[in-house]
């Protein structure tokens, strides 16, 4: 059972910048694939990075590439999802989500997901 714990969220204006942290059990953490999604009211859930654990490869849709970092400290097993340039439309509940085979942004292949952080960004 994998568990993860996300922290990190709040409110910010258009413009600013959050870090949120995904804390996962230690014996599941070295090789897996970690991914950040999220689903604002009245939308489908969608993935906003991909980092594989002790790699190099990540993953963004258009939608944040550029204003979004995923990374790693693996001495913490903990995942980052750095965000700045924020905007309202980034407002939502963010979940930290795992994955054992594979990694992107297919949400249907996670298998273990965090309890979520809200993000609201403020016009």
């Known amino acids: 059972q994998v568990q993860l714990v996300e922290s990190g969220g709040g409110s910010v204006q258009a413009g600013g910048s959050l870090t949120l942290s995904c804390v996962a059990s230690a014996y599941t953490y070295s090789g897996i694939c970690m991914g950040w999604f999220r689903q604002a009211p009245g939308r489908e859930r969608e993935g906003v990075a991909a980092i594989r654990t002790g790699g190099l490869s990540t993953w963004y849709p258009d939608s944040v590439k550029g204003r979004f970092t995923i990374s790693q400290d693996n001495a913490k097993n903990t995942v980052y999802l750095q965000m700045h340039t924020l905007k309202p439309e980034d407002t939502a509940m963010y979940y930290c989500?795992?994955?054992?085979?594979?990694?992107?942004?297919?949400?249907?292949?996670?298998?273990?997901w965090g309890q979520g952080t809200q993000v609201t960004v403020s016009s």
């Open positions: 989500a795992a994955r054992a085979r594979g990694c992107g942004l297919d949400i249907s292949m996670y298998n273990y």
